[in-house]
């Protein structure tokens, strides 16, 4: 399936989860997407983390609900416990393949969704930055030190020195671009053009209608 | 030869787009250097049935990126595009809340901007800033009514969680973005039209 | 070819003029250098040659640009760089994609050429700068060197008219230096036109046509005599005099101390000693290491094997203590400000000195004098000029005192005048503030008999040089 699409199922339910209140749904999303997961041979590892990471703030908003809730609020506290199960198992099935299919992404970004060129290549330009600033980073804070001051998070000096390295980088990154022939709104050819396949569509509007339909029972 | 006539620019200039994309990274990767401490915060209060305060407190560096991107280019779109920039490379970076956190970061990109919306976007000084803060404030929260389910919190903590949220956007997005405000024009480093 | 021309062109930042009353025609298929001090303009007229200026800048400019009868910065991008490509001194922060490959179809693509024609164009420009092998690295881990071969790799396969490139070899090693002087000289051999700016032109001296000379943002094209004397000014190979250590002891010490960059072994396990109040220079190719190697020794890079200071392991020392010990004069000046102006910088650094005594008002104005700093106290440090900040940064981190400091390439982008003066300044100071430094450069013109040991990185290994003692 083509990632855009996939985006885009995921993206809608996960909007519609946001105002629903069924456990019931949610555990029908999480157990859907268990079952796709079989499909995506998954490593342990990545098993092991579908589980762990919604649990704290799963449990957190959980006991929380117990706690002080009011009103119906203990079937509001498993519905946002089984709601985070379901938001992360949703959303891994996009994002845990996104490795592999992240270029395929932003070109179908491009070339399908007509997303301006200057942003998709502004995020992918960042993207292939990002070991660079995590550097970045740490070499701000011990050029400082090197002249006996400690830059704190809650100072504004540390987000000075961040922004100062993030305007630099986009005048040159941007002088860059443009060098390289960049031109914003101009045309440009694909070495690799994008095509989504109908069935792709199909699939879409059939999860998403399928989706709508089971909305209608009162489920608990 | 084809050239750029002059009384033609584009909405979103090369350059801006790429600032917005870098201060969000920066702010972000700022801020995910604390997921740790976050953790273990959320993790201490879960037991009391206090874990939201963990959010709470964060959020205000979280959405740091909003305001920030709109003091930066002045433009209106840029508090969303900025905290959509945050999100976005997260997500793209394999972050295991890529969905979700895509959606939240339009809602507060959405919710900062529309300090600056309300004054007309023609305040980019401390009083933007600071109605930033404040509808920052409003918007995530009726936001965190439906996702976080806090619409059915009693009362008194939901006035707690309310007061925490905005003292951290006020501290984060407001003081804090009004002093590296002073540093910038200061420095001189930022050159608009 | 299409005509490039610089007619009367004057260029300001706000009140202060950086180009005067420029003209300037390059002979077609000529090889042409520019020269000057820095900060006398010879970037900011590359600039606006590519037409990235005046879009890119802040400045105000007067007088033409045309390529062809069109303004230079009118023409759209894409035409543009098929007439006129572009060499960065740093090509680090201009690629945008992850890898060599990627970059070039991205250039490729954004010249709208036809997607079946791409890859041969890729591969072509790629062989030319002997770089296929590196086709789908990481640009990241690409040294200084492969990452302009990459970059001109890009002009190239865009076959652009004209090649302007300025201090092209600044972060490059003498042999990456002259593989890719030989892949310019080819290409201008295709009927192109070269402008290059540099500080140093061992290497390519026969190949040069013209000579133009910037001094204060004014040109002028020199007379044949003039020619010889600027040729002739640089010897070609210095010879650096050091001798061997033979302390028992170090300052710091690397026991089977390992670097690698990614999967690349930049120094396989070696076991070296650096004595206490010596100049200690590092040299070898670029990418081989040598930052990397300084950046471990501040704790900003991981590293194999045990690195200790006085004796103390450098992993086990909290990294704010380790550094009033230890510091790096970073190669990126603005990374190391605390303030806004020159003034408020100094006065920090002398709060915070080691030796408070020898940084008397008095001492401070004697330097910023010699360092041609002196009336920009009261300037903010984020506008000074690459050169200037350079020197300030020097003589702040000199202020402080910190008992060991560390040189990434202190003297690159400055001219020859001011590299002595700074120089004349670090011996000055380390001498008497009892320091040890160690320092990487590239301008080995300068630095041949300033040293007590030469430490050689190259094919892993880091080893002593020079004569016994």
Same mark, same amino acid.
């Given at each position: 399936?083509?990632?855009?699409?996939?985006?885009?199922?995921?993206?809608?339910?996960?909007?519609?989860?946001?105002?629903?209140?069924?456990?019931?749904?949610?555990?029908?999303?999480? $157990?859907?997407?268990?079952?796709?997961?079989?499909?995506?041979?998954?490593? @342990?590892?990545?098993?092991?983390?579908?589980?762990?990471?919604?649990?704290?703030?799963?449990?957190?908003? @959980?006991?929380?609900?117990?706690?002080?809730?009011?009103?119906?609020?203990?079937?509001?506290?498993?519905?946002?416990?089984?709601?985070?199960?379901?938001?992360?198992?949703?959303?891994?099935?996009?994002?845990?393949?996104?490795?592999?299919?992240?270029?395929?992404?932003?070109?179908?970004?491009?070339?399908?969704?007509?997303?301006?060129?200057?942003?998709?290549?502004?995020?992918?330009?960042?993207?292939?930055?990002?070991?660079?600033?995590?550097?970045?980073?740490?070499?701000?804070?011990?050029?400082?030190?090197?002249?006996?001051?400690?830059?704190?998070?809650?100072?504004?000096?540390?987000?000075?020195?961040?922004?100062? #390295?993030?305007?630099? @980088?986009?005048?040159?990154?941007?002088?860059?671009?443009?060098?390289?022939?960049?031109?914003?709104?101009?045309?440009?050819?694909?070495?690799?053009?994008?095509?989504?396949?109908?069935?792709?569509?199909?699939?879409?509007?059939?999860?998403?209608? #399928?989706?709508? =339909?089971?909305?209608?029972?009162?489920?608990? | 030869?084809?050239?750029?006539?002059?009384?033609?620019?584009?909405?979103?200039?090369?350059?801006?787009?790429?600032?917005?994309?870098?201060?969000?990274?920066?702010?972000?990767?700022?801020? @995910?250097?604390?997921?740790?401490?976050?953790?273990?915060?959320?993790?201490? =209060?879960?037991?009391?049935?206090?874990?939201?305060?963990?959010?709470?407190?964060?959020?205000?560096?979280?959405?740091?990126?909003?305001?920030?991107?709109?003091?930066?280019?002045?433009?209106?779109?840029?508090?969303?595009?900025?905290?959509?920039?945050?999100?976005?490379?997260?997500?793209?970076?394999?972050?295991?809340?890529?969905?979700?956190?895509?959606?939240?970061?339009?809602?507060?990109?959405?919710?900062?901007?529309?300090?600056?919306?309300?004054?007309?976007?023609?305040?980019?000084?401390?009083?933007?800033?600071?109605?930033?803060?404040?509808?920052?404030?409003?918007?995530?929260?009726?936001?965190?009514?439906?996702?976080?389910?806090?619409?059915?919190?009693?009362?008194?903590?939901?006035?707690?969680?309310?007061?925490?949220?905005?003292?951290?956007?006020?501290?984060?997005?407001?003081?804090?973005?009004?002093?590296?405000?002073?540093?910038?024009?200061?420095?001189?480093?930022?050159?608009?039209? | 070819?299409?005509?490039?021309?610089?007619?009367?062109?004057?260029?300001?930042?706000?009140?202060?003029?950086?180009?005067?009353?420029?003209?300037?025609?390059?002979?077609?298929?000529?090889?042409?250098?520019?020269?000057?001090?820095? $900060?006398?303009?010879?970037?900011?007229?590359?600039?606006?040659?590519?037409?990235?200026?005046?879009?890119?800048?802040?400045?105000?400019?007067?007088?033409?640009?045309?390529?062809?009868?069109?303004?230079?910065?009118?023409?759209?991008?894409?035409?543009?760089?098929?007439?006129?490509?572009?060499?960065?001194?740093?090509?680090?922060?201009?690629?945008? +994609?992850?890898? !060599?490959?990627?970059?070039?179809?991205?250039?490729?693509?954004?010249?709208?050429?036809?997607?079946?024609?791409?890859? &041969?164009?890729?591969?072509?420009? +790629? &062989?030319?700068?002997? +770089?296929?092998?590196?086709?789908?690295?990481?640009?990241?881990?690409?040294?200084?060197?492969?990452?302009?071969?990459?970059?001109?790799?890009?002009? =190239?396969?865009?076959?652009?008219?004209?090649?302007?490139?300025?201090?092209?070899?600044?972060?490059?090693?003498?042999?990456?230096?002259?593989?890719?002087?030989?892949?310019?000289?080819?290409?201008?051999?295709?009927?192109?036109?070269?402008?290059?700016?540099?500080?140093?032109?061992?290497?390519?001296?026969?190949?040069?046509?013209?000579?133009?000379?910037?001094?204060?943002?004014?040109?002028?094209?020199?007379?044949?005599?003039?020619?010889?004397?600027?040729?002739?000014?640089? !010897?070609?190979? !210095?010879?650096?005099?050091?001798?061997?250590?033979?302390?028992?002891?170090?300052?710091?010490?690397?026991?089977?101390?390992?670097?690698?960059?990614?999967?690349?072994?930049?120094?396989?396990?070696?076991?070296?000693?650096? !004595? &206490?109040?010596?100049?200690?220079?590092?040299?070898?190719?670029?990418?081989?290491? &040598?930052?990397?190697?300084?950046?471990?020794?501040?704790?900003?890079?991981?590293?194999?094997?045990?690195?200790?200071?006085?004796?103390?392991?450098?992993?086990?020392?909290?990294?704010?203590?380790?550094?009033?010990?230890?510091?790096?004069?970073?190669?990126?000046?603005?990374?190391?400000?605390?303030? +806004?102006?020159?003034?408020?910088?100094?006065?920090?650094?002398?709060?915070?000195?080691?030796?408070?005594?020898?940084?008397?008002?008095?001492?401070?104005?004697?330097?910023?004098?010699?360092?041609?700093?002196?009336?920009?106290?009261?300037?903010?440090?984020?506008?000074?000029?690459?050169?200037?900040?350079?020197?300030?940064?020097?003589?702040?981190?000199?202020?402080?005192?910190?008992?060991?400091?560390?040189?990434?390439?202190?003297?690159?982008?400055?001219?020859?005048?001011?590299?002595?003066?700074?120089?004349?300044?670090?011996?000055?100071?380390?001498?008497?503030?009892?320091?040890?430094?160690?320092?990487?450069?590239?301008?080995?013109?300068?630095?041949?008999?300033?040293?007590?040991?030469?430490?050689?990185?190259?094919?892993?290994?880091?080893?002593?040089?020079?004569?016994?003692?």
């Amino acid at each position: 399936m083509n990632p855009l699409i996939k985006f885009t199922t995921v993206m809608v339910i996960a909007l519609e989860l946001t105002f629903i209140k069924s456990v019931t749904l949610n555990v029908i999303v999480i $157990g859907v997407s268990a079952f796709l997961y079989l499909f995506l041979k998954l490593h @342990w590892r990545q098993w092991l983390w579908l589980f762990i990471l919604p649990l704290l703030p799963g449990l957190g908003s @959980w006991f929380s609900l117990m706690y002080f809730g009011t009103g119906d609020h203990e079937h509001m506290a498993w519905i946002m416990l089984s709601r985070v199960f379901a938001y992360l198992w949703l959303g891994g099935l996009f994002t845990l393949k996104l490795n592999d299919e992240r270029d395929v992404f932003l070109a179908t970004l491009e070339q399908k969704a007509k997303l301006s060129a200057t942003f998709v290549y502004a995020l992918v330009g960042v993207l292939n930055f990002m070991p660079a600033v995590s550097q970045e980073m740490k070499t701000i804070r011990v050029a400082s030190q090197m002249r006996g001051q400690t830059l704190h998070i809650w100072q504004p000096q540390l987000y000075f020195k961040a922004i100062l #390295a993030a305007i630099r @980088w986009s005048q040159n990154l941007a002088e860059g671009m443009v060098s390289h022939g960049f031109t914003e709104g101009a045309a440009r050819t694909h070495l690799q053009v994008v095509t989504i396949k109908r069935r792709d569509w199909f699939l879409l509007i059939i999860i998403l209608i #399928a989706f709508q =339909l089971l909305l209608l029972p009162n489920w608990y | 030869m084809q050239t750029i006539s002059k009384s033609k620019s584009t909405r979103w200039a090369l350059r801006d787009v790429l600032l917005l994309a870098f201060v969000a990274v920066f702010i972000g990767f700022i801020f @995910w250097v604390l997921g740790p401490i976050y953790n273990l915060l959320s993790a201490a =209060l879960t037991p009391l049935g206090l874990a939201p305060f963990a959010n709470e407190l964060l959020i205000g560096g979280w959405m740091m990126a909003a305001p920030l991107a709109s003091i930066l280019i002045r433009q209106a779109g840029a508090g969303v595009l900025g905290e959509l920039f945050a999100s976005a490379v997260e997500m793209l970076l394999g972050g295991q809340w890529g969905v979700a956190t895509l959606l939240s970061g339009f809602v507060q990109g959405i919710g900062s901007e529309a300090g600056f919306a309300v004054l007309g976007y023609k305040n980019w000084g401390w009083r933007g800033i600071f109605a930033s803060a404040i509808t920052g404030t409003i918007v995530t929260f009726i936001w965190s009514a439906f996702r976080d389910g806090y619409s059915s919190y009693h009362i008194g903590l939901l006035i707690a969680l309310f007061i925490t949220r905005f003292l951290s956007l006020l501290f984060f997005g407001g003081v804090l973005v009004v002093a590296i405000q002073k540093l910038i024009e200061k420095a001189g480093v930022l050159h608009r039209d | 070819m299409t005509d490039l021309v610089v007619d009367h062109v004057n260029f300001a930042y706000r009140e202060t003029p950086v180009l005067t009353d420029i003209s300037l025609k390059l002979r077609p298929n000529s090889f042409n250098l520019l020269v000057g001090p820095s $900060g006398s303009g010879k970037s900011t007229l590359l600039k606006l040659l590519s037409g990235l200026y005046p879009t890119f800048s802040d400045g105000t400019l007067t007088g033409k640009l045309t390529l062809g009868g069109y303004d230079i910065h009118d023409i759209v991008p894409y035409q543009r760089v098929t007439h006129i490509g572009y060499l960065f001194q740093n090509p680090t922060r201009q690629f945008v +994609m992850r890898t !060599p490959f990627e970059e070039l179809r991205f250039s490729l693509e954004n010249l709208q050429v036809r997607p079946e024609d791409i890859e &041969k164009r890729i591969t072509d420009a +790629m &062989k030319s700068v002997g +770089m296929t092998a590196f086709m789908h690295h990481d640009l990241l881990n690409l040294s200084g060197g492969e990452k302009q071969k990459v970059a001109l790799a890009t002009v =190239l396969a865009a076959d652009s008219d004209y090649l302007l490139l300025d201090e092209p070899f600044a972060n490059v090693d003498p042999v990456a230096r002259l593989q890719l002087i030989d892949v310019i000289k080819a290409y201008q051999s295709q009927g192109k036109t070269i402008l290059i700016t540099d500080h140093d032109w061992s290497g390519y001296t026969d190949a040069i046509d013209d000579i133009f000379v910037m001094t204060d943002g004014r040109l002028h094209n020199t007379s044949s005599e003039e020619r010889q004397q600027i040729l002739a000014k640089l !010897p070609n190979q !210095p010879t650096i005099h050091t001798s061997l250590p033979n302390e028992k002891e170090g300052i710091i010490t690397l026991e089977s101390v390992t670097l690698k960059n990614g999967k690349r072994t930049l120094l396989s396990a070696t076991t070296r000693l650096l !004595p &206490k109040e010596k100049r200690i220079l590092i040299t070898g190719p670029n990418g081989v290491g &040598k930052s990397t190697l300084l950046s471990a020794l501040v704790k900003l890079y991981p590293y194999g094997g045990t690195i200790t200071y006085q004796q103390e392991d450098i992993a086990k020392r909290k990294i704010a203590k380790h550094v009033q010990d230890i510091a790096l004069v970073f190669q990126n000046a603005e990374q190391q400000f605390v303030a +806004m102006t020159v003034q408020e910088e100094l006065t920090q650094a002398q709060a915070l000195s080691h030796s408070p005594e020898l940084w008397s008002d008095d001492t401070i104005v004697t330097v910023l004098t010699q360092l041609n700093l002196h009336d920009l106290r009261d300037h903010i440090v984020y506008q000074l000029s690459g050169g200037q900040q350079k020197k300030l940064q020097v003589l702040l981190m000199l202020i402080i005192g910190t008992p060991t400091l560390l040189f990434d390439e202190p003297l690159a982008g400055l001219d020859s005048a001011s590299q002595q003066h700074l120089l004349d300044i670090i011996a000055d100071f380390t001498t008497r503030q009892h320091q040890t430094v160690i320092m990487i450069s590239h301008q080995l013109h300068a630095v041949t008999d300033w040293f007590d040991y030469h430490l050689k990185f190259d094919n892993q290994q880091l080893n002593y040089i020079g004569g016994a003692s």
